[in-house]
């Protein structure tokens, strides 16, 4: 029997318990390591058959990585994505912070938008290879650094036009614009239509009379991002 290619847990975190979708379908998430600062969290889901799986929006990015060794890139998405996931597919993913994108793939972000590519294409063949030990992988992951001007203006645009969050970080909206979609891969205007739907979602999640009527709940390939994804 072969062993995983990488190990996401670490012995300092502890792993969630999980939810149990329709056995023996899995989604589970849990905190990341806290020297991993451009990882919102980890998580895994196993499909016991086969299934159209709807990825909605959720303002991050993510390494897929698969038992067969194979690792996919998915950047931030503006529209929801159909993927037919096969049966007995295991998949572990390291969810990435927005402003950590461009930093971590070392390409402008919107070259990934709406996009899921293999890693061999975004990091080169030997170093996706390397990401398969789960030193090589921690290590990684320690080097990337989220971008703190970009951290701020994601933060700011949570609350505040993009006008103002262009003041408060004293520059202009243009040059905002090109930030963003250089380091997130979408547009100011754009991610806040994406986190005023992440907290449509968590509103509907906790039963806040805001959110209803309830759209159709994120699916476990996309969750929503409770304080164990945060971004």
């Not at 067969?68 to 295991?90: Q, Y």
């Not at 402008?108 to 293999?118: G, I, K, M, Q, W």
């Not at 290879?129 to 001007?149: F, G, I, N, S």
């Not at 645009?157 to 614009?177: F, K, M, N, Y």
Request: proline residues 9%.
């Amino acid at each position: 029997m072969v062993s995983p290619p990488l190990s996401l847990s670490t012995a300092s975190v502890p792993r969630e318990t999980g939810e149990v979708l329709n056995e023996p379908d899995i989604y589970r998430e849990w905190p990341p390591s806290p020297a991993w600062r451009a990882v919102a969290c980890c998580w895994e889901q196993r499909v016991g058959s086969e299934r159209v799986q709807r990825v909605v929006l959720d303002g991050h990015a993510d390494v897929l990585i698969y038992d067969s060794g194979a690792i996919d890139v998915v950047g931030l998405h503006d529209r929801v994505t159909l993927p037919l996931l096969p049966a007995r597919t295991r998949i572990r993913g390291i969810r990435l912070r927005p402003a950590a994108v461009a930093t971590a793939f070392r390409m402008p972000a919107s070259a990934l938008r709406n996009e899921t590519v293999s890693a061999d294409a975004v990091l080169g063949a030997q170093t996706a290879r390397l990401l398969q030990d789960p030193a090589r992988l921690d290590a990684w992951l320690r080097e990337v650094e989220p971008d703190e001007r970009v951290e701020r203006a994601v933060r700011l645009l949570e609350s505040r036009p993009v006008a103002a969050t262009a003041d408060a970080l004293g520059i202009t909206e243009r040059h905002l614009r090109r930030l963003l979609l250089e380091h997130t891969g979408l547009a100011p205007k754009t991610l806040q239509r994406v986190q005023r739907f992440q907290r449509f979602v968590r509103a509907a999640d906790s039963g806040s009379a805001l959110a209803r009527p309830r759209p159709t709940p994120a699916t476990p390939t996309s969750p929503t991002c409770p304080e164990t994804c945060s971004t």
